[in-house]
């Protein structure tokens, strides 16, 4: 308290004197003048030295994910050489950190404590490939702010989150982290985490159940070349402007604080010194006014990218790029103060990446008091709240993508009288439900699928039998003989597979994307029972299922769902919950085929539909074009039909707007939701467009036997792209527009747009 009242005291007294700093560039996060004028009062005290300090970032002792920086990181501390820390993961801990920070410190300016809650803390959901097959921004936005009540309980301030990188190649390991493969979706998707983490406004930050969050990592990471972590990307300014920067821009747009640079290159830059990135697009095109931390020693790596011969070289080009803080590498640290001295480096670049820091500690009333999210009562109750764990379910629910469902083989009703051998490494694995990146999520403790069908069905005349069968990742046919026994005294199989979680991630790329180990072979041995089989799949990418497409009866990808997984699975298995969800990213049909997205280009010979066969077009030899199951496919227990869709006009003038209308009818069994998706097509125009892009989308409850009508209108202002004059805009001209239940199965209208 004491030492509360002596730093507002300083800041009140320098606010009164003016502040001699030069401002120009700077233009605040939250334009507030007090703000503004209190943090210059602080940097107006600071010596080069503590201002550097600010733009340091270390780990704590906790998850790494890089090398380990061999720094003894107390020294800096107690001499107010830190600006942030991360991976300080308790209030206990964190108090800590922050008293050392604050007790001999000169200026006692207070720690920012950050940390990874990329889909939870505590209570884990859904990774957020998953979440986003839902399709449904409210539930998003509500997992992202429980993480954030769980995490700011915790102490901490700032999560690296969301991850919205633009996904197209499932050997990526990190496909897991982001919302799939379309720009439109993502950018709704990114603004909802980052409102779901910082609150609606800026002033909600001053809330202590709300975090700081980074949008990241910019930009095109997930472009890395054959799909392996960290690789060479190289793509076009149209490309990165059309694809890549639409959920980036709508994270800015939600008010993020802070950016993260990506690891990769793009065309030859790497992004941590691109200047072209961080300052003309970020903070001088799109008016960024938070601050742009870099991913984990990726300053260090502009030296292994070979654009810097040293770490002093790379960390001028970044601090010259606009990059704000250094995480981890130590390399502002060591070298900025030498890059001033010989005027390698502006003390002008320094101020303004200070005051960004400064602003958002301010922001969070750090300087007021910063102890303030330090609660140990506050940590205890609100971790696990029984609604946290509700919410996680329920979204859980609704990321289950029924991909297959023969003969009605799910639902499995609880008036049924049955045995079900339930085979496979996945049915009592708890380890892996959580998915990576699951922050502090206790991975013993998540429910497995066998947790949840065995409460599900209790005091029922469903019966399980178990085998575990064969393991998630090595080879091996041990556990075949027990497992084809065990299958063959039941009256039907659910096998539960999939991918170690650690097996889709960060640095987790595959080149074959089949079920690991000898998972496939298990199937192939149990099919031969003759008996139905589910397969309830665990994993955190579209993985290659052509042979369990073919021979397999059911199919139902549950992605990695966190703490209640069993439990969201289990409604889904008995029908409780009617699945809704539909896919954020192609399936293909081998990994011959990636990348693979819906939203391709034409060519200049694309193959006819109804000759897929001929000769001198785009196409393979052995394998189809098209995904085993595209974007926004999913099944439902129910059925839905579509009327011919209509539309208000075949002319959209400059100002005007279309409205195009379906009605859909639920004619099965069930109640239930249904995604309906509009995508658009420019057929000509100066530059070449994608044959479909996804622009609008409608998930509706219907119950059986009604109809429902789905209204979407177009106006000029969605049409846009980058135009062969390289101006953002539309161009008069044909339209095709597609309604349907996914990006193939559509029904076709057409407008022209005119001046
Ligand atoms: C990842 C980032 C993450 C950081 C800190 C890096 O390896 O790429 O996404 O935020 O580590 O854990």
Redesign the pocket.
């Known amino acids: 308290m004491k030492r509360k009242i002596l730093i507002s005291a300083l800041i009140l007294s320098i606010a009164g004197s003016g502040c001699t700093t030069s401002k120009s560039e700077w233009h605040s996060y939250s334009g507030d003048k007090t703000i503004e004028h209190k943090v210059d009062s602080v940097l107006s005290l600071m010596t080069l030295e503590e201002k550097i300090g600010q733009m340091t970032q270390f780990s704590s002792h906790g ?1 790494i ?2 090398p380990i920086v061999n720094e003894d990181i107390e020294p800096y501390l107690k001499k107010g050489l830190i600006g942030s820390i ?1 991976n300080a993961v308790t209030v206990e801990g964190i108090r800590k950190l922050q008293e050392q920070a604050l007790a001999e410190s000169r200026l006692k300016i207070p720690v920012l404590f950050g940390y ?1 809650v990329v889909h939870g803390f505590k209570t884990i959901f859904p990774i957020p490939l998953a979440e986003s097959c839902s399709w449904d921004l409210y539930q998003i936005k509500k997992s992202a702010a429980i993480a954030a009540e769980e995490a700011s309980a915790a102490g901490i301030a700032w999560t ?1 989150a969301p ?1 919205i990188d633009i996904v197209r190649d499932a050997r990526w390991g990190r496909v897991m982290e982001g919302a799939g493969e379309d720009t439109y979706l993502g950018a709704l998707i990114a603004e909802a985490k980052v409102k779901g983490f910082q609150g609606n406004h800026w002033k909600d930050l001053y809330n202590t159940n709300t975090i700081l969050a980074c949008a ?2 910019f930009c095109a990471y997930g472009a890395a070349e054959s799909g392996r972590d960290y690789n060479t990307v190289d793509v076009s300014d149209r490309t990165l402007r059309e694809v890549y920067f639409p959920p980036f821009k709508a994270a800015k747009d939600a008010g993020v604080a802070t950016f ?1 640079t990506a ?1 990769n290159e793009i065309s030859g830059i790497p992004c941590t010194a691109s200047k072209y990135l961080f300052r003309d697009v970020l903070k001088d095109e799109w008016q960024f006014n938070g601050f742009v931390v870099t ?2 020693t990726a300053i260090n790596e502009l030296v292994p990218h070979g654009v810097a011969q040293d770490e002093e070289q790379a960390a001028e080009l970044a601090v010259n790029a606009g990059v704000d803080m250094d995480m981890t590498g130590g390399v502002y640290l060591h070298n900025l103060k030498t890059l001033v001295e010989e005027g390698k480096v502006s003390e002008n670049t320094i101020d303004n990446a200070v005051r960004r820091i400064l602003e958002m500690k301010f922001i969070l009333g750090l300087f007021d008091d910063p102890y303030r999210y330090l609660d140990e009562k506050r940590e205890k109750e609100t971790i696990l709240k029984p609604e946290f764990l509700q919410a996680a379910r329920e979204i859980g629910n609704r990321s289950i993508v029924l991909l297959k469902n023969n003969n009605q083989f799910f639902p499995i009703t609880k008036d049924r009288q049955l045995t079900v051998a339930l085979i496979g490494p996945m049915v009592k694995n708890r380890t892996s439900m959580n998915g990576e990146w699951s922050a502090r999520g206790n991975k013993n403790e998540s429910a497995s699928l066998f947790d949840g069908l065995t409460e599900k069905y209790k005091n029922t005349n469903i019966k399980f039998l178990y085998a575990e069968g064969c393991d998630l990742k090595e080879p091996g046919t041990e556990g075949f003989a027990e497992a084809i026994n065990i299958a063959r005294k039941a009256d039907i199989i659910i096998a539960a597979m999939g991918e170690d979680y650690n097996w889709s991630g ?1 640095a987790a790329s595959r080149s074959n994307i089949k079920l690991p180990g000898s998972q496939q072979k298990l199937l192939k041995e149990l099919k031969k029972t003759g008996k139905p089989i589910g397969l309830v799949l665990m994993n955190g990418r579209p993985l290659d299922l052509s042979w369990e497409d073919k021979n397999i009866d059911a199919i139902m990808e549950a992605w990695y769902l966190g703490t209640m997984a069993g439990h969201s699975i289990a409604d889904v298995i008995v029908g409780d919950y009617n699945p809704s969800a539909k896919l954020t990213m192609s399936f293909p049909r081998n990994a011959g085929q990636l990348p693979i997205y819906y939203n391709r280009k034409n060519t200049g010979r694309p193959l006819p539909e109804d000759n897929p066969k001929m000769d001198y077009r785009s196409s393979y030899l052995d394998v189809e074009n098209s995904p085993l199951y595209p974007f926004g496919y999913g099944l439902s227990y129910t059925t839905f039909q579509y009327s011919k869709p209509s539309i208000s006009s075949g002319i959209l003038t400059k100002n005007g707007e279309l409205k195009v209308s379906v009605t859909i009818t639920n004619t099965g069994n069930y109640d239930g939701e249904e995604i309906v998706q509009l995508y658009i097509q420019d057929v000509t125009a100066s530059v070449t467009r994608p044959i479909k892009e996804l622009k609008g989308f409608q998930k509706l409850n219907i119950k059986k036997g009604e109809s429902v009508t789905a209204d979407f209108i177009i106006r000029e202002k969605d049409l846009g792209f980058l135009r062969l004059d390289n101006t953002w805009g539309t161009e008069p001209g044909e339209y095709k527009v597609f309604v349907g239940n996914d990006s193939e199965n559509v029904q076709e209208l057409k407008f022209s747009l005119v001046e």
């Open positions: 998850d994910t890089g991360f990874d690296f991850m990241k990592h993260m690891f991913d984990y960060e």
